[in-house]
């Protein structure tokens, strides 16, 4: 393990977890990367280099607020003042000096506040202001979220800070806009700024939402009831105040003859970042994690490597932490962990599998069954989905995952968590089954 220590910036410790040992011809070896930041979240310190550290608290940081004003947030008529309400406990949230604006989103995107194309910064007379331009926000209109995104992106990026943040309540489908336009509106922000979206009812659609975040590298999640709306607003604004440091890549170099087979986040969620690799020199490439406060975070790494005889050992990958510069290069966090092969011909040694990659396979294979098992069940595979949902139940049992077991509880009834024997609920509300499914990804941290 390795610490960077700076004064007045927050530290990051890499520490792996492997069975560093194969039998003779083994080649894949599997390691959980844990990237713990620790130091962060003190408010109004001065902080050296603002290019790469950020104290999310002054003039270094930028949130834009998109609320959804389509028609369908006239229904119930609560829907759209419980929005307003939330934004406006988002803005109280917001610390002085913040870059910030609220865009009101239908089938077009319109800057609410402050407009002409400008960030307000944060103090008491334009959260005032702010407060005072949401009273005029009414429902009407269709959806097109690319172009929400897009409008934020702009503003955002107006704003010479580390930190740019977004934040993106809808209550329905992206009907008014194509697929493919959605999907190009998150590429051009991808990498720009990072994005929590939230669904509030049950009229939206669960793969749009959590794929606008997972873009994003934000968070997603559900608001069944619009009066819990101003609570989770307020959780996600002192979320995003507490990020300090932006732009946080996992560079992983490999020797020559090695692969990556692949690069996942296993928790706090599970999250697939391989096809997200860009090159970083000879033998190394870097996966983004987004902005971090202070937190920990698990990933799972696989490398496959070169076939050796008994007694042969070799660095199969070398861990790191970077983020980058104004001059376009890149500054290494000083935090390093080593995956390491090591060919046995003690079989105890080598057929042991260590406890945290366990853990944390079957918390990848307990999101994918879920989503397996409501896609079947929406398409009427009623054995098939019962399989499925059967096999998460066993896996959120067997791994201590009571949050996503208590959600599975509401879909299937269930005859035997060890076995994994459920039936499938007659009528399920439909709230329960969009929150299991917009859930599934979350995991359960394992005891080290």
Same mark, same amino acid.
């Given at each position: 393990?390795?610490?960077?220590?700076?004064?007045?910036?927050?530290?990051?410790?890499?520490?792996?977890?492997?069975?560093?040992?194969?039998?003779?011809?083994?080649?894949?070896?599997?390691?959980?990367? &844990?990237?713990?930041?620790?130091?962060?979240? *003190?408010?109004?310190?001065?902080?050296?280099?603002?290019?790469?550290?950020?104290?999310? *608290?002054?003039?270094?940081?930028?949130?834009?607020?998109?609320?959804?004003?389509?028609?369908?947030?006239?229904?119930?008529?609560?829907?759209?003042?419980?929005?307003?309400?939330? &934004?406006?406990?988002?803005?109280? &949230?917001?610390?002085?000096?913040?870059?910030?604006?609220?865009?009101?989103?239908?089938?077009?995107?319109?800057?609410?506040?402050?407009?002409?194309?400008?960030?307000?910064?944060?103090?008491?007379?334009?959260?005032?202001?702010?407060?005072?331009?949401?009273?005029?926000?009414?429902?009407?209109?269709?959806?097109?979220?690319?172009?929400?995104?897009?409008?934020?992106?702009?503003?955002?990026?107006?704003?010479?800070?580390? +930190?740019?943040?977004?934040?993106?309540?809808?209550?329905?489908?992206?009907?008014?806009?194509?697929?493919?336009?959605?999907?190009?509106?998150?590429?051009?922000?991808?990498?720009?700024? &990072?994005?929590?979206?939230?669904?509030?009812?049950?009229?939206?659609?669960?793969?749009?939402?959590?794929?606008?975040?997972?873009?994003?590298?934000?968070?997603?999640? +559900?608001?069944?009831?619009?009066?819990?709306?101003?609570?989770?607003?307020?959780?996600?604004?002192?979320?995003?105040?507490?990020?300090?440091?932006?732009?946080?890549?996992?560079?992983?170099?490999?020797?020559?003859?090695? #692969?990556?087979?692949?690069?996942?986040?296993?928790?706090?969620?599970?999250?697939?970042?391989?096809?997200?690799?860009?090159?970083?020199?000879?033998?190394?490439?870097?996966?983004?994690?987004?902005?971090?406060?202070?937190?920990?975070?698990?990933?799972?790494?696989?490398?496959?490597?070169?076939?050796?005889?008994?007694?042969?050992?070799?660095?199969?990958?070398?861990?790191?932490?970077?983020?980058?510069?104004?001059?376009?290069?890149?500054?290494?966090?000083?935090?390093?962990?080593?995956?390491?092969?090591?060919?046995?011909?003690?079989?105890?040694?080598?057929?042991? +599998?260590?406890?945290?990659?366990?853990?944390?396979?079957?918390?990848?294979?307990?999101?994918?069954?879920?989503?397996?098992?409501?896609?079947?069940?929406?398409?009427?595979?009623?054995?098939? #989905?019962?399989?499925?949902?059967?096999?998460?139940?066993?896996?959120?049992?067997?791994?201590?995952? #009571?949050? *996503?077991?208590?959600?599975?509880?509401?879909?299937?009834?269930?005859?035997?968590?060890?076995?994994?024997?459920?039936?499938?609920?007659?009528?399920?509300?439909?709230?329960?089954?969009?929150?299991?499914?917009?859930?599934?990804?979350?995991?359960?941290?394992?005891?080290?």
């Amino acid at each position: 393990m390795a610490n960077f220590s700076k004064p007045d910036a927050p530290q990051f410790a890499v520490d792996v977890y492997q069975n560093e040992y194969l039998p003779e011809g083994g080649r894949e070896v599997s390691a959980i990367v &844990t990237v713990t930041s620790t130091g962060g979240g *003190t408010i109004g310190r001065a902080v050296a280099a603002p290019h790469l550290y950020s104290t999310a *608290t002054g003039p270094d940081a930028a949130v834009a607020i998109m609320v959804d004003c389509s028609g369908s947030m006239d229904y119930p008529p609560t829907k759209m003042r419980n929005a307003r309400d939330a &934004t406006a406990a988002a803005i109280d &949230t917001l610390r002085d000096g913040v870059h910030f604006a609220v865009i009101g989103g239908t089938h077009v995107a319109k800057e609410v506040y402050p407009g002409n194309g400008r960030l307000a910064v944060a103090d008491a007379a334009t959260r005032a202001g702010a407060k005072q331009a949401l009273r005029k926000l009414s429902a009407g209109g269709g959806t097109a979220i690319g172009t929400w995104l897009r409008l934020a992106d702009r503003l955002l990026s107006s704003a010479e800070v580390s +930190i740019r943040h977004g934040i993106l309540l809808t209550d329905g489908r992206n009907e008014h806009e194509a697929p493919e336009d959605l999907q190009a509106a998150l590429d051009s922000c991808s990498g720009q700024f &990072t994005c929590d979206a939230r669904g509030v009812g049950t009229d939206w659609k669960v793969k749009e939402v959590t794929g606008i975040a997972s873009a994003l590298l934000g968070t997603a999640d +559900i608001v069944a009831d619009p009066a819990g709306l101003a609570d989770d607003f307020t959780r996600m604004m002192e979320t995003a105040m507490g990020k300090e440091v932006a732009d946080v890549a996992l560079r992983l170099w490999t020797p020559v003859g090695t #692969a990556i087979k692949f690069v996942k986040q296993v928790a706090p969620a599970v999250e697939e970042l391989s096809d997200r690799r860009t090159e970083a020199g000879p033998r190394a490439g870097d996966y983004p994690t987004g902005s971090w406060g202070d937190e920990s975070r698990d990933y799972h790494v696989c490398v496959e490597v070169p076939a050796a005889a008994i007694g042969q050992e070799m660095l199969a990958a070398r861990i790191s932490l970077v983020v980058p510069q104004a001059d376009g290069g890149f500054r290494n966090l000083g935090a390093q962990g080593l995956v390491r092969a090591v060919w046995t011909d003690d079989m105890a040694a080598s057929t042991s +599998i260590n406890p945290q990659v366990a853990h944390y396979t079957g918390q990848a294979e307990l999101a994918q069954v879920i989503q397996q098992g409501l896609d079947l069940r929406k398409s009427g595979d009623v054995d098939g #989905a019962t399989a499925k949902l059967g096999r998460a139940v066993q896996l959120a049992s067997a791994s201590g995952n #009571a949050d *996503t077991a208590k959600l599975l509880a509401k879909v299937v009834d269930v005859v035997d968590a060890a076995a994994g024997t459920v039936r499938l609920k007659a009528k399920v509300a439909e709230a329960d089954e969009m929150t299991l499914e917009t859930r599934s990804t979350k995991t359960v941290r394992v005891k080290k």
